[in-house]
């Protein structure tokens, strides 16, 4: 069944299922509403015929009425009337317009009295139906419209009516059984054959059709144009006969459903191609104006970015004197335009001292803006020179220099707390290693006894170890304090970037297959040289590396990378936590901070930090990124020639 509906001759009888259908459904609709218009329910077939006769007869009689009755000749006005035979009589009895045969009738079937309205002129203005059991109106002229129907079918729009009502009244309560049959029939068929637009029954590919290729809102366009333009038509030509308007507007209306069903098929297409609203033209043109307004704006941004550097760029005082001058301008061509002596004297007096006290505003204001630039970038021996100034302008310039002051003595305390600590930590990470030393030398001598005691030996391991931790836990806390406080020496040379990876990945070679970890590294062909302290550079990958080792998940690769970017040599170490890391990359910079929170594995939370600081001193940075579990250290130093 799917292939068939793939196929053309599948999607023809589905087409032209959904055609019929919805014009079934258009019909039962039409017949519905004229039904319930026509008191089908209500009456019976013969009272139904009888009520739409009677209003074609009432319509087509005000017309022969209204030529009878502005007929100018003395005779009575004679027509041929296909549809009935009819004679018009006035309040006399006098026949004042009749059809050809009506001197052979007998006996009317039909008599109604019709209402004539004239203007002052004399012209008839207007003609109505009027009951005979009402009032006439004293301003109206009346007339008696008698009628008989014609008998020939083929020319008598009244018998097609009665074959109509004889069709239609047998179906007044099955039209909507119809309507509803219909209407799920287009629903279904309409679904097919949007569901199956542009397949095949051969392949699952999208076959788009030769329409694709234009625009969507422009064949919608030449849709609407196209229907608009028929049916302008249609209405300008109102004065034809109804037979020929009908069968034009369902002429018209069956090639708009053809070529709207036709135009949801394409958009049917185009959805799967997702091309619907990208391949339209109109977003062809959005697109096109949004770069056209975004280069603009971008213009814009550039120009209003040079004005206000070019206003920053002039001096405070220049910038005052313009602006003060040009308002002084504006008023001069103010009082040239109203002159008044007396107004011309206030202005030249009130800017002979207001210029003046502008001016010396703006100078106290350069001065505290050059104290506050200098106590900015750090420079805090820069004194405001207070001597010339006035009122607060002098205030505010005291302030500023005591603020220095204070800074100073603040700096100058703390830069003396610092080099107290590293002092204090120095001394007493001597005073620690004498002892320490002999503790970590006696305990080795110990190990060394033969005994027969195996928890000795047991005992004395870590005692080894735990010294030997404390040891370098000492060298950590000496270091860092140099390294942050920059007592720490360096001793900065050219050296060839690529050296230090290639060293670290032979030194940690059995340390990373201990821990399972299968390191890659990753080197440019051309050479990086950078300004660095060998020492000091194997101590931060020494770091980096251990940091690896403790924390990295086991059965993983760790990617250490050097690559050039921009003008900097860029080192990138690369592993997944074993440990979940719910801390922040400022966080884990700080000095005694761990990523393993449990402190299940060695360390003081100090390499991270010490790292750090040791690539500042050699004018390099380090930066961590944490994205889930991936840990990442970006090591960055500048490229020399």
Known sequence: MKRF????????????????????????????GLMFEGNYYTQTKDQVFENIVTGRIHRDA???????????????????????????????????????????????????????????????DDVFYHDKNVPRDDGAEYYTFNANIRENPNINSYSTTGKIVDLTYP??????????????????????????????????????????????????????????????????????????????????????????????????????????????????????????????????????????????????????AVITLGLVFIEFLFLVNSYS???????????????????????????????????????????????????????????????????????????????????????????????LTSIINYADLIGKEKTSNKKINEYTEVLLRQSERLKRLIDDLVEASKASTGNLEVDLMPCDAATFVNQTAGEYQDRLKECDLTLITEVPEEGIRIMADGRRMYRIFDNLMNNICKYAQSGTRVYLSLERKDNDALFVFRNTSREQLNISEDELMERFTRGDQSRNTEGNGLGLSIAKSMAELQNGSLKIVIDGDLFKANLSFPIID
């Not at 509906?5 to 258009?26: D, E, M, P, Y």
């Not at 209204?66 to 006399?92: C, G, K, M, R």
């Not at 050809?100 to 004239?118: C, F, P, Q, T």
Request: glycine share 6%.
């Open 5 to 32: 509906l793939r196929s053309i001759a599948g999607k023809t009888v589905s087409f032209i299922v959904c055609i019929i259908a919805v014009c079934v459904l258009a019909a039962s609709m039409i017949c519905a």
């Open 171 to 320: 179906l007044r309560y099955w039209v909507y059984l119809i309507g509803i049959a219909a209407l799920l029939s287009a629903i279904a068929s309409f679904i097919v054959l949007m569901a199956n637009a542009g397949r095949r029954n051969d392949s699952e590919e999208l076959y788009p059709g030769p329409l694709n290729k234009i625009p969507f809102d422009v064949l919608a366009g030449l849709y609407l144009i196209f229907g608009a333009a028929c049916f302008a038509i249609v209405g300008q030509n109102y004065h034809l006969p109804d037979e020929f308007i009908v069968a034009a507007v369902i002429d018209l209306s069956l090639i708009f459903l053809v070529l709207f069903v036709g135009l949801c098929i394409s958009m049917a297409v185009r959805i799967k191609q997702k091309s619907l609203i990208k391949g339209s033209l109109t977003y062809l043109c959005l697109k096109y104006l949004w770069t056209i307004v975004v280069y603009v704006w971008g213009l814009l941004k550039k120009l209003m970015k040079s004005v206000v550097f070019f206003i920053n760029s002039i001096p405070l005082v220049w910038k005052t």
């Open 62 to 124: 005000c017309s022969e009425v209204w030529s009878a009755v502005s007929n100018s000749e003395d005779e009575p006005l004679v027509v041929s009337n296909e549809q009935f035979t009819y004679e018009i009589v006035n309040d006399d009895g006098e026949v004042i317009g009749r059809s050809e045969d009506a001197s052979n009738i007998k006996e009317w079937v039909y008599s109604y009295e019709y209402g004539v309205l004239r203007n002052d002129e004399g012209y008839v």
């Open 341 to 435: 002596d007396y107004y011309t004297a206030f202005w030249l007096i009130r800017n002979l001292v207001l210029i003046p006290a502008v001016i010396c505003i703006s100078l106290n204001l350069k001065t505290l803006q050059q104290g506050g630039i200098a106590l900015a970038n750090g420079d805090l021996s820069y004194h405001v020179d207070t001597k010339r100034m006035l009122w607060d302008f002098r205030k505010h310039g005291e302030n500023l220099n005591s603020i220095a002051n204070g800074m100073s003595i603040a700096v100058e305390d703390r830069l003396k707390s610092e080099r107290m600590k590293t002092e204090l930590i120095t001394n007493v990470s001597h005073d620690i290693k004498t002892p």
